[in-house]
């Protein structure tokens, strides 16, 4: 199991923008999947967004596709998530997820609240 550690998160208003960032402590973070998932109060957790290893691939979910990005530095060990035109319903516990194999690490997630 992989260390992850959230930071970034906060409170922010409708529109504007937020980076969160995932730093982990494996040195072999360059061979996992790194993805991030978001939890809204009295909801199940939701996928976000996904990176392949090298970071030449993502995928997202619908409702965060054009405003959100996600990328990596496997030299820092971290993955990042921008978040772009925050919307109230992007209000969550963001968490950071990292997969290899049989291997599946969380972080202890960060809290992304968007004001209206």
């Known amino acids: 199991q992989v260390q992850l550690v959230e930071s970034g998160g906060g409170l922010v208003q409708a529109g504007g923008s937020l980076t969160l960032s995932c730093a982990a402590s494996d040195r072999t973070f360059s061979s996992y999947t790194m993805g991030w998932f978001r939890q809204a109060p009295g909801k199940e957790r939701e996928f976000v967004a996904t990176i392949n290893w090298n970071g030449d691939s993502a995928d997202y979910a619908d409702s965060v596709k054009g405003r959100f990005t996600i990328s990596r530095d496997n030299a820092k060990r971290t993955v990042y998530l921008q978040m772009n035109s925050l919307k109230p319903e992007d209000t969550a516990v963001y968490y950071c997820?990292?997969?290899?194999?049989?291997?599946?690490?969380w972080g202890q997630g960060i809290q992304v609240t968007v004001s209206s």
């Open positions: 997820n990292a997969k290899y194999g049989l291997s599946d690490s």
